[in-house]
């Protein structure tokens, strides 16, 4: 099983700063990395697919770049709304598909 | 408009069973893998598992094969999460999931506003 490492756990950034996400996996996993962002009480949304690709309707300030073992997603001026968790997944091996354990970004 | 709504949650003891139900509407239901994927209070995603459109390929973590089984019902556009000998660690949100392409159960676009399990005594 692939497991994905997230870093940092919890990331403090202020609104209209840059927050920029890492995800770590045990394992090449070429492009096969999604994000999703999730607020509280809510499922999860899908923001990426493919390390890089948007999702439809996600706003042009998320972005994804890696490949490899290595990916980052970056929100390049924090709005309000971001303020909340985000979990990377690999869909390279499976099953199972499997998540990491989360960034939760919060206000600095 | 996509729509998947799950039901069937509620308070079980330790060692009963519960069914869980996902009814969606907006898409192509049948040539759809689907997914289930829960979270525990407090912590993270963990994919629990998937079935093809047809029902003819099924696939479990290990934390729950042989105690869980997923199945469909195309004709009424549902899919379903038998779940037996559960455990306090089965404690968690169940989420219904689509995959973005037909065929395929990897990358979720469309999730349900997910049904809440709880195991205990």
């Known amino acids: 099983e692939i497991v994905l490492t997230q870093s940092p756990a919890t990331l403090s950034v202020s609104p209209g700063e840059r927050a920029t996400l890492s995800c770590r996996a045990s394992q090449n996993i070429n492009s096969d990395l999604a994000w999703y962002q999730q607020k509280p009480g809510q499922p999860p949304r899908l923001l990426i697919y493919?390390?890089?690709t948007r999702a439809t309707g996600i706003p042009a300030r998320f972005s994804g770049s890696g490949s490899g073992t290595e990916f980052t997603l970056t929100i390049s001026s924090l709005q309000s709304e971001d303020f909340v968790t985000y979990y990377c997944q690999q869909y390279h091996s499976w099953p199972p598909p499997t998540f990491g354990q989360g960034t939760k970004v919060e206000v600095k | 408009e996509v729509q998947l709504l799950e039901s069937g949650g509620g308070l079980v003891q330790p060692g009963g069973s519960l069914r869980l139900s996902c009814a969606v509407s907006g898409f192509n239901f049948n040539i759809y893998a689907m997914n289930w994927v829960r979270q525990a209070p407090g912590k993270g995603l963990e994919w629990v598992s998937g079935?093809?459109?047809?029902?003819?390929?099924?696939y479990y973590a290990d934390s729950v094969r042989g105690r869980f089984v997923i199945s469909r019902d195309n004709s009424k556009n549902m899919v379903f999460l038998q779940m037996n000998s559960l455990r306090a660690e089965d404690t968690a949100v169940y989420y219904c999931?689509?995959?973005?392409?037909?065929?395929?159960?990897?990358?979720?676009?469309?999730w349900g506003q997910g049904t809440l399990v709880t195991v205990s005594s």
């Open positions: 079935i093809s459109g047809s029902g003819g390929s099924r």
């Open positions: 999931a689509k995959p973005r392409a037909a065929g395929t159960l990897d990358i979720l676009d469309y």
């Open positions: 493919g390390a890089s």
